[in-house]
């Protein structure tokens, strides 16, 4: 018998945020998979990216996510021109 799986795309954002809920529990953690995942996306999902963490995590992580979007700061003002 034979089991076929099916296999499904998923964007690069998607998959940050994903990750990002996994890891959510340790600030370390949170942290590094954010800073690895703004090296995954484009400059507008790097924008998305940051919108989506603050509605979500920033009541947790507020001050990592300023801290590490704002090395980024430069590509989202490029990015809306």
Request: aromatic share 12%; net charge positive; proline share 3%.
């Given at each position: 018998?034979?089991?076929?799986?099916?296999?499904?795309?998923?964007?690069?954002?998607?998959?940050?945020?994903?990750?990002?809920?996994?890891?959510?529990?340790?600030?370390?953690?949170?942290?590094?998979?954010?800073?690895?995942?703004?090296?995954?996306?484009?400059?507008?999902?790097?924008?998305?990216?940051?919108?989506?963490?603050?509605?979500?995590?920033?009541?947790?992580?507020?001050?990592?996510?300023?801290?590490?979007?704002?090395?980024?700061?430069?590509q989202?003002?490029?990015?809306s021109?």
């Open positions: 018998m034979e089991v076929k799986i099916k296999k499904t795309k998923i964007s690069r954002l998607n998959y940050v945020k994903l990750i990002l809920k996994k890891v959510s529990f340790s600030p370390f953690l949170f942290k590094k998979e954010l800073q690895k995942g703004i090296e995954y996306c484009s400059d507008a999902q790097i924008a998305l990216l940051k919108r989506w963490c603050l509605k979500h995590f920033a009541s947790i992580y507020a001050q990592i996510i300023i801290q590490v979007f704002r090395g980024f700061e430069p989202l003002i490029k990015s021109n």
